[in-house]
């Protein structure tokens, strides 16, 4: 099993903890995994991207159009890391926009890539815990079940790693991310082995 | 065999390498890529229960030297961590020490970040040692890194000469599972040599994280066959067994970072291909696309690309029909930085800003700081700026930034010197309790070591009043009036006295304090009031801002604004900002009486 997945966002909003997450997951499940954390100068509103390589790999580094998954934890992100997601690959991206624009949707048409919009900052303000948008992100993706990131595993990682005073809440919004990817239908529709 | 496994940054698996081999005191000074080494100790200490001393230093000589005292003299295995700027710092004691028999063991770690992407210069910590004849090793990833740890500490105790591990940011910084071994029981078995492939029309040498990108990048384009591959760990003393290697092919690539090194000890110019010929970019950080480019490149060459990676470019041209934010480096919303930057930058627009090294070099994007030389040189530059314009009989108002971390570590010297020769500038020490960019280390000030037990603090007002420095004043940046009042008034005193002037500008890292910055802070009211003159973004710049095309007003992202409300400041239409632009054109800048006096 091989995945290379792109996790995309500003600082402060728990793109590394998502990764962090991701290779907890994989490495719990028996599997060998490398990420990279890659952050520039400014803690707070800057670009981040974390790569999370599962699989026999000797660097966490993806290649131009290598990656298969791409979560996007902010839409100007996603267009950023749009050159490193592979023909065919999965994007999950967190916008309030119910639609991309014309050129990124023939895009993706061309290239074959499942996108999928959610709204994860309004869930996690629902929940009243605004910068958990990053949980809602990663219960969505658990829906698409692609192992080993299956909802059980992801559940228990989130357990090892959260600290108890705010778990219960992260909880719910991953729950309410799987939810809504549920409720779009087709989530479940990807065959596991396509990335 | 090992019990248990963990999760870790490379950071992390060095520490544990020499919590293992038995390491007992540590010391470092807080710089990225390697702020984590340090806490790393502290983490396994406590869950080995071993005794070691660990101290953040105020600077990395003093980490050396403790290190090398208690290695060197006094039997200890010792290990001192910092970046590879910070070497430099360590120089004149590694330059002795290398000559040295030392009773116990010394480990340095040195951090290189090509790029760079947080620091003010690429720098290859290989070079120095190897041109000065220390052994140097270069791991390839997090666990690696935890096994050379352990084999060097104890292989500088067995050869009484310190050793040096290079690593990178991205062997730092990457994350993998490394397997926890007793104290004294690590089994290291390294990887290095001819690793893969079996043919001879190419052989490529590499070593630390470029290797393993040649590695992943060979199985991509599906040459892991045909394309030998040797892996260098220990970069010096060089391994007689790569000369043989390179005798046995016909052309050699070397990727290495960041500058030539096993290239230049391998020496064979008709042979090898590398940074010399230009087959290797001469600088910047070595990327996967990079290394996919240099042997697609080469393989075409000698005839035997299989898979070429052909690019899509209608991602490009997708990409040139969206708006994409490009987010740059800036400071965090409601930093106190930008606060103080927006009152210097008010005064004297076009004035003369040294600036120093830390978060605050990023005032840069506000006009406030003009250079970025090395620590300490905000002060030192300061007085060079002087002298030019004093022997010209010009005194231009010359406004230096630097950090309280940065202050401690180098400008004490500087400072004493500006008094002594009695150089007339302005120095604000952007004062927020923390060494903020590294990762919040705590700061001598703080009265607090790296373990977070107590210890004596020291104000940085007592030093600064110690080392000869009459006008001192604490302001709290926020106060941008007072801030404004204050300088001029420092100016005054700088005219009058011929002594530098220094302003303490302090109000705690919100990182530190979590949270708002105010917790009522009254709303800007965009709609009505925001003219879309853009002001705010040139002299504020703030990443909670930005500029609506569509309604031509600025745009506030609520989950980044920390409702400081300084902003008002640098608004043309709110009372705050209105007040500041009519002083400045009754030509009385910094009229208002200055804060606490």
Not at chain 2, 5 to 21: H, S
Not at chain 2, 348 to 362: E, R
Not at chain 2, 478 to 484: K, S
Not at chain 2, 549 to 570: H, M, P, Q, R, W
């Amino acid at each position: 099993m091989r995945h290379e997945i792109i996790c995309a966002g500003i600082g402060g909003r728990g793109v590394l903890l998502a990764s962090t997450i991701l290779i907890e997951a994989a490495i719990g499940s028996g599997l060998k995994a490398v990420a990279s954390d890659e952050y520039g100068m400014s803690q707070r509103g800057g670009s981040v991207v974390s790569l999370v390589k599962v699989g026999d790999f000797a660097s966490p580094f993806i290649g131009r159009e290598n990656g298969g998954i791409l979560l996007a934890f902010e839409e100007s992100e996603f267009y950023k890391a749009l050159l490193f997601l592979k023909k065919g690959g999965l994007a999950l991206v967190n916008t309030r926009a119910a639609e991309l624009p014309p050129s990124i949707a023939g895009l993706l048409e061309k290239r074959e890539i499942t996108c999928r919009l959610i709204d994860a900052d309004g869930i996690a303000r629902q929940t009243g815990m605004f910068q958990s948008a990053n949980m809602a992100l990663l219960g969505f993706f658990a829906a698409f079940g692609i192992a080993p990131f299956t909802k059980e595993v992801l559940e228990e990682t989130i357990r090892s790693r959260v600290p108890e005073k705010f778990l219960a809440k992260n909880l719910e919004v991953f729950g309410k991310g799987f939810d809504a990817a549920m409720k779009m239908g087709n989530a479940g529709d990807r065959r596991t082995d396509m990335v | 065999m090992h019990s248990r496994e963990e999760v870790v940054i490379g950071n992390q698996a060095i520490a544990r390498g020499l919590v293992e081999a038995g390491l007992e005191i540590a010391a470092a000074y807080p710089g990225t890529p390697s702020s984590e080494i340090l806490p790393g100790v502290v983490y396994f200490r406590d869950m080995e229960g071993s005794k070691i001393h660990t101290e953040w230093s105020t600077n990395e000589l003093c980490a050396f030297e403790v290190a090398f005292g208690a290695a060197a003299y006094g039997g200890a295995r010792a290990a001192c961590f910092m970046k590879q700027v910070g070497l430099n710092v360590a120089f004149p004691a590694l330059m002795r020490s290398r000559e040295k028999s030392i009773e116990g063991g010394l480990v340095i770690v040195s951090c290189d970040d090509p790029g760079p992407q947080s620091s003010q210069t690429e720098q290859d910590t290989r070079l120095i040692a190897t041109l000065f004849g220390i052994p140097v090793f270069d791991p390839s990833s997090p666990a690696e890194a935890a096994d050379v740890a352990y084999h060097a500490l104890n292989w500088s105790f067995e050869n009484k000469v310190p050793v040096i591990i290079r690593s990178t940011h991205r062997v730092s910084h990457a994350r993998e599972s490394v397997p926890l071994y007793g104290p004294g029981t690590r089994r290291v078995a390294f990887r290095e040599g001819h690793v893969a492939g079996r043919g001879r029309k190419l052989g490529i040498v590499a070593s630390g994280m470029s290797c393993s990108l040649v590695y992943d990048v060979m199985e991509e384009l599906g040459a892991s066959e045909e394309v030998s591959l040797y892996k260098v760990l220990k970069v010096y003393p060089v391994d007689e067994a790569l000369t043989g290697f390179v005798d046995s092919m016909e052309r050699v690539l070397v990727v290495e970072e960041t500058d030539q090194v096993i290239e230049a000890l391998i020496g064979d110019a008709k042979k090898v291909m590398g940074r010399r010929d230009g087959t290797v970019p001469s600088a910047g950080e070595i990327t996967y696309d990079i290394v996919r480019d240099i042997l697609s490149r080469v393989l075409a060459g000698a005839g035997t690309d299989r898979r070429p990676f052909v690019p899509d470019g209608g991602i490009e041209e997708a990409l040139s029909h969206v708006a994409v934010v490009p987010r740059p480096p800036k400071l965090c919303p409601g930093c106190p930085h930008r606060a103080s930057f927006f009152a210097m930058q008010y005064l004297w627009p076009d004035t003369i800003y040294p600036g120093d090294i830390g978060c605050y070099t990023l005032g840069i994007s506000q006009g406030a700081v003009d250079t970025c030389l090395d620590m300490g040189a905000g002060v030192t530059l300061a007085e060079g700026f002087y002298d030019a314009f004093n022997q010209d009989g010009k005194l231009v108002p010359i406004l230096a930034s630097i950090g309280d971390s940065t202050f401690l570590h180098a400008c004490m010297a500087p400072l004493y010197d500006a008094v002594r020769n009695r150089k007339r500038f302005i120095l604000v020490i952007m004062d927020n309790s923390t060494t903020a960019m590294t990762g919040m280390q705590p700061t001598p000030q703080s009265g607090v070591t790296v373990d977070g037990t107590r210890t004596r603090s020291v104000a940085i007002e007592d030093i600064v009043r110690g080392l000869g420095v009459n006008y001192v004043r604490v302001v709290d940046p926020y106060d941008v009036p007072a801030m404004i009042g204050t300088i001029n008034e420092a100016f005054g005193r700088v005219r009058e006295e011929a002594l530098p002037a220094v302003i303490i500008a302090r109000r705690e890292c919100l990182l530190l304090v979590k949270g708002a910055a105010k917790p009522s802070a009254y709303p800007a009211d965009i709609e009505r009031d925001c003219i879309g003159c853009k002001s705010c973004l040139k002299t504020f710049d703030c990443p909670a801002m930005s500029f609506d095309e569509v309604s031509k007003k600025i745009l506030i992202d609520d989950s980044l604004c920390t409702n400081c409300g300084i902003c008002y400041y640098a608004c043309p239409v709110q009372p705050q900002g209105k007040a500041l632009k009519a002083e400045k054109k009754a030509g009385r800048p910094g009229a208002a009486a200055p804060g606490n006096p």
